[in-house]
């Protein structure tokens, strides 16, 4: 189904909240190899993916397929554990419903997570990057999740994205990476359709136009995110370095490795962002 409407947000909505004990304020979504920060969830309520009506499916190794809601620093949160992209052949409307269910549901403040390689030949794998911007280049060409009629019940016809990474939430990731020593980076994320890794000529010109980390996500999420009126705050964790001379080979396993080192920092870092929200976050 490539065209959905409220109706079909409602209805997932629904199915969602009839499985939880009490409703969540704040929404994570978890990108490649970083699905065991939902670990860190007390008395999650957990449920399978594919038991959402009209929920979109990953078929990439390292996105488990589950919602969890739980306790997390006083906060209430809904995990997004492991997302599907474009390249598998959903609409982004559909790669973008669950972020209108966590809008049906209330939630106000979106984190959002991805694996990402190093457009800045001064990151390295491990590395995490707050995202202050980034760059819709699938939405340049045309390819929005807001394509269609807009229902004025979910948002405006013509959001702002001057500000789509909200600075107060930057400010607190800053200082919640200061109080737990993290060294964090802040630059411009960009998503290409993939699934096919970037060549060099494609990188140093992402390089060129102020690309910092390029993934395959995030970005129609955050767009859907700013048009039902939530807060987003991002984070990119690098899995590869910059590839600009074509002396390596990227790999999706070489992904998920870094992944590994990237949890604790990640989990460090939202965990330091909820603790310093208010609790009606």
Not at 6 to 27: F, N, T
Not at 74 to 102: C, D, I, K, N
Request: hydrophobic share 45%.
């Amino acid at each position: 189904m490539d065209e959905l409407t409220l109706k079909h947000y409602q209805e997932a909505a629904e199915s969602v909240r009839s499985r939880i004990k009490r409703l969540p304020a704040v929404g994570l979504v978890l990108g490649s190899g970083l699905g065991p920060l939902a670990e860190a969830l007390e008395n999650p309520d957990v449920i399978p993916a594919a038991d959402i009506p009209y929920w979109p499916l990953s078929t990439v190794q390292g996105h488990s397929g589950r919602l969890l809601v739980g306790q997390l620093e006083g906060q209430t949160v809904f995990v997004q554990q492991g997302r599907a992209h474009y390249y598998e052949g959903h609409s982004l409307q559909q790669l973008t419903l669950p972020v209108r269910v966590m809008q049906l549901l209330g939630i106000k403040v979106l984190i959002v997570t991805n694996a990402a390689g190093a457009v800045n030949p001064n990151f390295r794998p491990g590395d995490v990057m707050l995202i202050v911007d980034h760059i819709n280049f699938m939405g340049m060409a045309g390819q929005s999740p807001l394509r269609g009629p807009n229902d004025p019940a979910l948002g405006t016809r013509f959001p702002d994205m001057s500000v789509a990474y909200d600075r107060e939430l930057r400010a607190t990731a800053v200082a919640a990476a200061e109080a737990a020593g993290i060294s964090l980076h802040q630059g411009v994320y960009i998503c290409l359709g993939g699934p096919s890794f970037e060549t060099p000529a494609d990188l140093r010109f992402l390089r060129a136009v102020g690309v910092d980390a390029v993934g395959m996500s995030t970005v129609p999420e955050v767009t859907v995110a700013r048009h039902g009126g939530m807060r987003v705050l991002g984070f990119s964790g690098i899995s590869n370095a910059a590839n600009l001379d074509g002396n390596t080979v990227t790999t999706h396993e070489e992904v998920l490795a870094a992944g590994q080192t990237l949890v604790p920092k990640l989990t460090a870092l939202v965990r330091g962002v909820l603790r310093r929200l208010p609790p009606s976050a």
